[in-house]
């Protein structure tokens, strides 16, 4: 059973990128990715409530972390933010065609200043935590608890979390801005693995990762024209 739960959460995020974006565009396919959403948090969250209870989530959260943890945290997701705002502005962003994503984000109102913050919090707090827990803790876990040796469960957690990256990617983007996005979402999936596996726990990660994801907004705010 243990496999399988596996196997399905693995599948979820690039099946619902795939059925939403590629395959079923319009309303079948974001009812799949709304399905596979489900799962991918949906597996992970019941594993965890069965381990701790839901009164313990936040003392599991940053239970074992200290003043090491939290400054890699803020010190990696500032370093790696930084890389990123730097390679946007000065190699990647001048000549990039973000048509097809500016195109996007305006239809589904990402111009509105409400709408766009509110996404803002929710990528750089809510969903930074759920692919922290899903990826770093979840499936790094369940990969050491099958016998899978550290290079495995490294780079099998970072492929897994880089997939349906590259699926969502290449459906705004060209594809030399696909390849280069993608290596670094598999280079941050290493390096929050590696921090889950040195900390034992998740909110080192999850600080980076909020961090840089304030990184990809900043971005989002120059192509969009900064709303306002």
Not at 75 to 92: E, R
Not at 152 to 178: C, E, R
Request: some cysteine; aromatic content about 10%; hydrophobic content about 55%.
């Amino acid at each position: 059973m243990r496999v399988l739960q596996l196997c399905v959460v693995c599948i979820a995020p690039s099946l619902g990128a795939l059925s939403a974006l590629w395959i079923w565009p319009g309303v079948t396919g974001g009812i799949i990715y709304a399905a596979c959403k489900a799962v991918l948090y949906g597996i992970p969250i019941v594993v965890l409530v069965r381990m701790v209870t839901p009164r313990g989530l936040c003392g599991w959260l940053v239970r074992g972390t200290g003043a090491g943890g939290v400054t890699w945290g803020i010190g990696s997701g500032l370093v790696i933010g930084g890389l990123v705002i730097a390679a946007w502005t000065g190699w990647l962003g001048p000549g990039a065609d973000t048509s097809r994503l500016v195109a996007v984000l305006t239809e589904n109102g990402m111009t509105r200043p409400l709408r766009f913050w509110a996404f803002a919090a929710w990528l750089c707090i809510g969903n930074s935590l759920l692919e922290e827990l899903v990826f770093r803790w979840y499936v790094d876990t369940r990969l050491e608890t099958l016998g899978a040796g550290p290079l495995t469960v490294l780079v099998g957690s970072a492929g897994i979390f880089t997939l349906h990256h590259v699926i969502v990617l290449a459906a705004y983007v060209d594809w030399p801005l696909v390849l280069i996005g993608s290596s670094g979402v598999f280079v941050g999936g290493l390096t929050w693995s590696l921090t889950r596996r040195h900390w034992r726990t998740i909110l080192p990660g999850w600080i980076s990762h909020g961090l840089v994801d304030v990184a990809i907004i900043v971005i989002g705010l120059e192509v969009l024209g900064t709303p306002a």
